[in-house]
C-alpha cells in the first residue's frame, strides 16, 4: 500500500518495517484525537475558503462516524497502513472520493501528529486528576479518622520523635497537592495549539489557527511555527516529570506500608484477601500489592530521564527519534491510574495498631518533649537537652505520653481543610469543564 509521502520509488521493505516499528499499536492511542483534530481543521478550512460548506458538511459527517467506531472499540488499522493519519484519510477518501484527499491541505504529518499528541496528552492529565483526586480525599478520610492513634516518627530509620497515623496520611494527601501543581504546569504547556505549524515552517494558505485553537478548546496557540514543532518532545518531557512526582509519592507509601507491615513493626494490617502467602511458610502474609506500587512507580519515575536522553542534542525540527517516545510514556499513564486505584483499595481497608506508644521500647520518643517542658519552665534549651540526655544514659529518664501539639500542621492541628483547599484552588486553575465543553460542540454542532 502506497504511503501519503510517497512518490513513485518504492521503499525497501526492511526500510519500511524498521521505520513503521512500533507506531501502529502506538497509534490507536491517538486515534479518536487525530479525528477530533481534522474536525476542527475542516472547520477551519471550510470557514477561509479552502472547503465548501457542503464538503464540510460530509467530511464532519463521516469523521464522526470514524470517532463512533473508535469509542465503541471496532476500529483498527489496516494492514499495510502506515499510521493513524493515513487510515483516516484512506477511509475518507474511500468514502467521499476526491473530497477525502481535501483534508490535508494546509497542514503536514508533523503538526497533526503534534496536535494528536497535545490533545491525548490533554486528555490524560484530566482523567489523571480525577483519579489522584479520589486518592487525596481517601487519605485525608483517613487522617482524620486515625488522627488519635500516635506512630513513632523515624528520622534515619531510629526512633525519633512521637508521630500519628493522622499526620502520616495527611502528608501523603499533601504530597499530591504539590504533584498536582506539577501536573498544572505540565497542562500549561500541553494546553497550546501547535495545528497550522506544518512542517515547522508555517502554510501560505491563510489559515486561521486562532480559530482552531478556540474549536479544540486550547488556552491558546504555539505562536511560534517553529517553537511548535520544538514543543515535540518537551511536552511529553514535562507531562513525563508530572507523572513521576505522583509515582514517587505512590512509591514512598508503598515502602511505608511495607514496613509498617513487616512483624517487627506491626503498625498496620490488611485482610487476607488483599495479601499474599507463600508456597512453603503458612504463616505468610506479603504485601505484593505495595510491593509491585513501588516497582511500576520507580520505573515511571525512570521516564523523564529516559526522554530526555532521547532528545538530547537534536536541533530544530522534526526528527524521527521523537517517534519512540510514544512508546514508554503512553502505557505509563494506565499505569500509574492503576497503582492509585490500588493504593486506594489498601489503604481503604488498612486497620492500624491503637496504642503503640504505650509500650515502652518507644519511650525515648517522648526525649523532646520532657526538655520542651523544662524550656517552658524557663531552663535554657541547652541545659535542658542535656539535662535529659543526662538521665537517659543514666537510666533515670521518666516521661509522659500526653501530647499537646497546637501549631499548624502538627498532630494536634492536622490543617487537613487546608490542605483541601490549596488542592481546590490548583484544579480551578485547570478549566477541565471548557475543554470538554468545546470536545463535544465540536462533534456535535
Not at 470557514?47 to 464532519?60: I, M, P, R
Amino acid at each position: 500500500m502506497s504511503k501519503l509521502w510517497q512518490k513513485n520509488n518504492k521503499v525497501a521493505t526492511s526500510v519500511e518495517q524498521f521505520t513503521i516499528g512500533n507506531d501502529q499499536a502506538m497509534d490507536l492511542y491517538l486515534a479518536a484525537y487525530d479525528v477530533i483534530g481534522s474536525i476542527a481543521h475542516t472547520t477551519m478550512l471550510s470557514e477561509v475558503g479552502l472547503l465548501t460548506k457542503d464538503e464540510q458538511f460530509q467530511l464532519k459527517k463521516a469523521l464522526v462516524e470514524i470517532y463512533t467506531s473508535i469509542q465503541s472499540g471496532n476500529f483498527q488499522l489496516s494492514a499495510g497502513v502506515e499510521d493513524i493519519h493515513s487510515q483516516v484519510e484512506m477511509l475518507l477518501t474511500e468514502k467521499l472520493g476526491d473530497i477525502g484527499k481535501k483534508i490535508h491541505s494546509a497542514r503536514s504529518r508533523n503538526d497533526q501528529v503534534l496536535l494528536d499528541l497535545k490533545l491525548f496528552l490533554r486528555s490524560e492529565l484530566m482523567d489523571l486528576s480525577k483519579s489522584v483526586t479520589v486518592l487525596f480525599n481517601l487519605l485525608q478520610a483517613k487522617s482524620e479518622q486515625f488522627k488519635n492513634d500516635l506512630l513513632p516518627g523515624y528520622t534515619h530509620l531510629q526512633l525519633a520523635m512521637p508521630s500519628s497515623f493522622g499526620l502520616w496520611l495527611g502528608a501523603y494527601a499533601e504530597s499530591l497537592v504539590d504533584d498536582m501543581i506539577m501536573l498544572e504546569a505540565a497542562f500549561k504547556i500541553v494546553n497550546k495549539n501547535p495545528l497550522g505549524s506544518a512542517a515547522g515552517y508555517g502554510s501560505s494558505f491563510p489559515i486561521n489557527r486562532t480559530r482552531t485553537t478556540e474549536l479544540l478548546g486550547f488556552d491558546t496557540l504555539n505562536y511560534n511555527v517553529v517553537y511548535a514543532q520544538m514543543g515535540r518532545g518537551k511536552a511529553e518531557r514535562v507531562t513525563a516529570q508530572a507523572l513521576s512526582n505522583f509515582a514517587d509519592t505512590l512509591s514512598k507509601l508503598s515502602m511505608d506500608a511495607c514496613l509498617f507491615m513487616n512483624q517487627n513493626f506491626g503498625f498496620i494490617k490488611f485482610p487476607e484477601e488483599l495479601t499474599t502467602g507463600s508456597s512453603i511458610m503458612p504463616h505468610k502474609k506479603n504485601p505484593d500489592v505495595f510491593e509491585l506500587i513501588r516497582s511500576y512507580c520507580n520505573r515511571i519515575k525512570a521516564l523523564p530521564n529516559e526522554i530526555m536522553m532521547m532528545t538530547t542534542n537534536l536541533p530544530s525540527g522534526y526528527h524521527r527519534d521523537l517517534q519512540l517516545l510514544k512508546e514508554h510514556l503512553f502505557p505509563a499513564f494506565q499505569q500509574l491510574k492503576n497503582c492509585i486505584e490500588m493504593a486506594s483499595l489498601m489503604i481503604e481497608n488498612m486497620e492500624v495498631k491503637k496504642d503503640i506508644l504505650e509500650d515502652t521500647q518507644y519511650q525515648f520518643l517522648f526525649s523532646v518533649e520532657e526538655v520542651n517542658k523544662l524550656v517552658n519552665e524557663g531552663m535554657p534549651f541547652r541545659d535542658a537537652y542535656k539535662k535529659v540526655g543526662i538521665a537517659i544514659e543514666e537510666g533515670n529518664f521518666t516521661y509522659s505520653t500526653k501530647l499537646a501539639h497546637t501549631h499548624e500542621g502538627s498532630i494536634g492541628n492536622l490543617c487537613n481543610a487546608q490542605i483541601a483547599d490549596e488542592l481546590k484552588k490548583v484544579l480551578n486553575r485547570m478549566d477541565f469543564a471548557k475543554v470538554e465543553r468545546q470536545i463535544q460542540h465540536l462533534l456535535e454542532s
